[in-house]
């Protein structure tokens, strides 16, 4: 059974960091690019970044980029998202999530979805 | 403001056939596949169409996607008290290099 389980959010200040991290199992990580999509409180879903299968591609929205980083560790079947210089609009449950390919792009869509992990930018 | 343009709300009663609808541009829908995502309340997004008409093995043939020029369409015949749920259309944009969707639709089940 595929389970994508993330953790790592929370409270943090403007300006503050905070490294998100998805456990992957049930499936062979390495094999199938990852994302990361958000759902800020009461709104709609946000594609936000992606990597590929070997983490040697990567893609970020224009509202993260320069501020956001995805890896991957295959041997550790795990995704992460360090983020920085966050903003109260950075607010928003960021779900993990699976792609069937090794690589994002067109006609990519998100097979396996974690629960969400909720980060709050506040002071 | 989203890249595809969806109705906000969406009812029916128990039986009926809904459609929602999803608007696009030649940049994602019209020269993209198309997907949707079901969203029960207090849950994680769940793939319910995929590559604008294929069911993933566990979601009712109840459900249909389809697709012409920019524009798709989920139909969900049959109408359920379950099928109540935030409903999001999806898409690439090859103008954005990115994945796009639309703003959601909520369907009530009257």
């Known amino acids: 059974e595929v389970q994508l389980v993330e953790s790592g959010g929370g409270l943090v200040q403007p300006g503050g960091s905070l490294r998100l991290s998805c456990s992957a199992s049930g499936f062979t990580f390495s094999s199938y690019a990852m994302h990361w999509v958000r759902q800020a409180p009461g709104k709609g879903l946000e594609y936000v970044s992606a990597i590929s299968s070997n983490g040697g591609s990567t893609y970020y929205a224009d509202s993260v980029k320069g501020r956001f980083i995805i890896s991957r560790d295959n041997s550790k079947n795990t995704l992460y998202f360090q983020m920085s210089s966050l903003r109260a609009e950075d607010t928003a449950v960021y779900y993990c999530?699976?792609?069937?390919?090794?690589?994002?792009?067109?006609?990519?869509?998100?097979?396996?979805w974690g629960q969400g992990t909720l980060v709050t930018v506040s002071s | 403001q989203s890249v595809l343009t969806q109705p906000p709300s969406a009812s029916g009663t128990p039986g009926q056939r809904v459609t929602i609808s999803c608007s696009g541009s030649s940049s994602n829908i019209g020269s993209n596949a198309v997907n949707w995502y079901q969203q029960l309340p207090g849950a994680a997004p769940k793939l319910l169409i995929y590559?604008?008409?294929q069911r993933p093995s566990g979601v009712p043939d109840r459900f249909s996607g389809s697709k012409s020029g920019t524009s798709a369409s989920l139909a969900i015949s049959g109408l359920q008290s379950e099928d109540e749920a935030d409903y999001y259309c999806?898409?690439?944009?090859?103008?954005?290099?990115?994945?796009?969707f639309g703003g959601g639709t909520k369907l009530t089940v009257l």
């Open positions: 999806a898409a690439w944009d090859d103008s954005l290099n990115g994945g796009v």
């Open positions: 999530v699976k792609v069937p390919f090794v690589n994002y792009g067109s006609g990519s869509y998100y097979d396996y």
């Open positions: 590559s604008n008409n």
